[in-house]
């Protein structure tokens, strides 16, 4: 009788594995308050406001006379960036930063594009909605929205939006012509963060969809890095009838089992479904996966348990600030950075681009929320709902070969089952679309008419 049990009970779990794997599921569409106090009874104010970035004599003052008094610590002989950001380096930085780095000229740069504000669940969201200069006759914008990470920003976008929203002029075929919303995450940049806990991915998923109804739209495409990413996988999961495709650059499968994989090495790679490019990217495994991620996710322990305190000292110095951020954008461009004397970080950016993402977060006292996303989304372990939930809507991935993680086609396809298009950029690290930005919009377009072949 017990035997009978047994193959009873298997073959049970057997048809339910088959029947659930691929069962497609909503995540829950709730509702929020992240504003102050109670929300009104009264209705939200939803219109939409043209919003201008400024600046004056006493902010710039202000950050002169900080950087002036900077105490320095010299680093260690031969550390390079081993210890984190070189003192050395960080000279020329702020010499660079006090001395000819102008802030009116990027406050200018900024506004090239239009942006805009609008209050969704208690808070003011910002966001930059740019509209094709030219479109041929008879056609109409694909609409995109794109969403940045920590430590970026909406500025990231900078460079490849006009190769979306204006590809001719770019040397690129005008099948795909984009407008493009870039929005700042709440408590990122002037969009207000929230007053109360639990603000997480998912909130800013719905609230961003909102926003895009409330301008106007329907259906579009999502793309996202980082926790960009993220966020637009909950969108997909909470309305994935509205998204027309999803496009990751980064991709959160931290519960699939095929991690597991790693364990059995590169010997059985293709019986487990790497490729010789992934067998490339993630082994010897504990070099380039285990040694990696555990030298470059201090920062997430912190800001995952008590971001206030080390935002304390980040809100109060530019120069820490610069410091802590500018890290970020060495080693997670390239990990063999970290080898360089100044972290390799002209290689790929210049040293205007880097002042002005930081000073987004100087200029409106964001670091400290911006870390409390951390928290909020990692502080109570990885066991949300959506980290179990599948996501059905059309996929596509652009492999940048120095992620921080590289995530095998195997392992996406079990998260995202209608993945359609995987793609191993040939070159690029975590900020894609700061750092590669054509790569990034042809992938895009690749994916795109994908989609519409279908």
């Known amino acids: 009788m017990w035997l009978e049990i047994l193959l009873a009970s298997v073959l049970g779990f057997i048809i339910y594995w088959f029947i659930s794997r691929d069962r497609e599921e909503i995540l829950p569409f709730e509702d929020g308050w992240w504003g102050p106090g109670v929300k009104t009874i009264t209705r939200e104010d939803e219109s939409i406001r043209p919003f201008k970035v400024e600046t004056s004599d006493e902010e710039i003052n202000d950050l002169h006379q900080r950087i002036d008094k900077f105490r320095l610590t010299p680093p260690l002989e031969d550390s390079r960036f081993h210890y984190g950001f070189n003192s050395n380096y960080l000279k020329k930085i702020l010499s660079y930063w006090r001395n000819e780095f102008d802030w009116r000229k990027q406050v200018e740069f900024l506004n090239k594009y239009p942006h805009f504000k609008t209050k969704i669940e208690g808070l003011d ?46 040397g690129l075929s005008d099948e795909h012509i984009f407008e493009v919303i870039c929005p700042s995450i709440p408590g990122y940049g002037f969009s207000e963060a929230s007053y109360k806990k639990g603000f997480n991915t998912v909130a800013c998923a719905r609230i961003f969809y909102k926003l895009m109804l409330r301008l106007g739209f329907q259906k579009f495409y999502i793309q996202g890095g980082d926790w960009g990413s993220l966020i637009c996988t909950n969108m997909a999961q909470l309305v994935p009838r509205h998204v027309k495709g999803l496009h990751l650059n980064m991709a959160f499968v931290a519960r699939n089992l095929s991690n597991l994989t790693l364990l059995l090495g590169q010997r059985f790679a293709g019986f487990l479904g790497f490729t010789e490019r992934d067998v490339e990217l993630m082994f010897p495994w504990k070099d380039k996966i285990f040694y990696n991620i555990t030298r470059e996710s201090g920062y997430l322990h912190i800001q995952a348990t008590k971001p206030d305190t080390v935002g304390c000292a980040l809100n109060d110095s530019p120069v820490g600030l610069a410091a802590y951020i500018l890290e970020k954008f060495s080693t997670w461009t390239n990990s063999e950075f970290r080898n360089l004397e100044d972290g ?42 959506h980290e179990r939930m599948k996501v059905f809507v059309p996929t596509g991935f652009a492999a940048f070969p ?6 095998p086609e195997k392992w996406l396809k079990s998260k995202f089952p209608k993945l359609i298009s995987y793609s191993y950029m040939a070159a690029g690290g975590h900020f894609a679309a700061f750092e590669e930005p054509k790569l990034l919009a042809q992938d895009i377009r690749k994916f795109v008419t994908l989609v519409e072949q279908q």
Request: hydrophobic share 35%.
């Open 125 to 170: 969201i910002h966001f930059i909605h740019v509209k094709p200069p030219q479109l041929p006759s008879g056609r109409t914008p694909k609409t995109l929205l794109m969403v940045h990470g920590w430590p970026g920003s909406f500025y990231e976008f900078y460079k490849i939006i006009p190769l979306l929203t204006d590809p001719k002029s770019h």
């Open 344 to 385: 390799g970080l002209e290689r790929k950016f210049s040293l205007n681009d880097l002042l002005t993402n930081i000073m987004l977060y100087w200029t409106t006292k964001t670091i400290v929320s911006s870390q409390r996303f951390y928290k909020e989304n990692l502080g109570q372990g990885m066991n949300q709902k």
């Open 402 to 407: 120095c992620e921080i993680l590289h995530v």
